[in-house]
């Protein structure tokens, strides 16, 4: 099923995400996550797809195996270190295995690469227009409620985007945000451009103190003085953290639901414990099919 039929309802849609193991892993014990992750019935998860190639093999399997749950899947797929023939085989191969949905990516630029190479993308406009031709697939795309890092401004990024949605993009998933002002601000400001496209909030539960300062650097995420907080009171106390981690994460999307947001996305990594606990926290709000 494509996503973009479910997102243009007006029920809430609670989605999660995962990412493929790395190349000779043990793919069993991924499929057995996975299994966990459908056990809650998000309404459809996604796979990462790794921008260096390290942990990109397997996505199509990991996708597969989350449609064979009945559960709607999305492949993620970056362009930025791949050659227009690994990235047109990916697609010939989510084509053949009916994988529908495709979450449409650049990908960070790999430090000290030469780039770009020739026959090398640019950014993620290519790929989605690439996509667009090489069949009927949802085409989602990435959206930055605080700015792209290496974006001058939030107007040339809205710029960007808005040439993405023309492109082809069905709908937006957000890199994650931690203060729901932000999220709001930027749909008024993605809507005054003319972005109609749904845009899926994406939420990640912060569960220790470690996986904030790496959050920090990597997304350049402001982050707000209450979670500070709860990581100064309880960053050393795993158990604490993991806590007030998901009720913080479970506020912020009864907040979101409130004013009127339907569609969030669980950065849930591959922690079904996490997901499965936040789930439970919304169980009279997101009711599963
Ligand atoms: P683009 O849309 O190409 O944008 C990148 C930058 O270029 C922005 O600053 C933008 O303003 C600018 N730009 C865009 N178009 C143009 C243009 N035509 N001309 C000039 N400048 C332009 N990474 C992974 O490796 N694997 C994943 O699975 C993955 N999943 C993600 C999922 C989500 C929801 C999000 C938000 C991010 C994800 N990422 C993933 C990270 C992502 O690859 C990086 O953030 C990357 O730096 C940008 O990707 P993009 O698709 O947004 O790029």
């Not at 993009?169 to 809507?191: E, G, H, P, S, V």
Request: glycine letters at 6%; a negative charge.
């Amino acid at each position: 099923m494509k996503v973009s039929e479910l997102l243009k309802d007006n029920k809430v849609t609670i989605s999660c995400e995962l990412f493929p193991p790395k190349k000779g892993a043990q793919l069993e014990n991924y499929k057995v996550i996975v299994g966990k992750i459908a056990e809650l019935k998000p309404s459809y998860i996604s796979c990462t797809y790794g921008a260096t190639g390290g942990t990109s093999d397997y996505t199509v399997e990991i996708a597969d195996t989350i449609n064979s749950y009945g559960i709607p899947a999305i492949a993620h797929l970056t362009c930025v270190s791949s050659t227009k023939e690994k990235v047109h085989s990916v697609i010939n191969e989510l084509k053949e295995r009916k994988i529908e949905n495709i979450l449409a990516l650049r990908g960070d630029i790999p430090e000290n690469a030469d780039f770009p190479l020739p026959n090398q993308y640019h950014h993620a406009i290519e790929l989605i227009r690439e996509i667009k031709e090489a069949g009927d697939f949802c085409i989602g795309g990435a959206c930055y409620p605080e700015g792209h890092p290496e974006a001058e401004t939030m107007d040339a990024d809205l710029d960007y985007l808005k040439e993405k949605v023309d492109a082809g993009c069905d709908y937006l998933t957000t890199q994650m945000f931690f203060d729901n002002n932000i999220y709001y601000r930027f749909l008024y400001k993605a809507l005054a451009k003319g972005i109609d496209v749904p845009v899926t909030a994406g939420i990640m539960p912060v569960t220790n103190a470690a996986q904030v300062k790496r959050t920090i650097s990597l997304t350049g995420n402001l982050v707000p003085a209450k979670f500070l907080s709860i990581v100064d009171r309880f960053g050393d106390n795993p158990d604490a953290m993991r806590q007030a981690g998901i009720a913080y994460a479970t506020e912020q999307i009864i907040d979101l639901i409130a004013n009127g947001v339907n569609h969030i996305h669980i950065y849930s990594m591959n922690k079904p414990d996490v997901a499965g606990a936040i789930m439970g926290n919304l169980s009279e709000i997101y009711v599963r099919e």
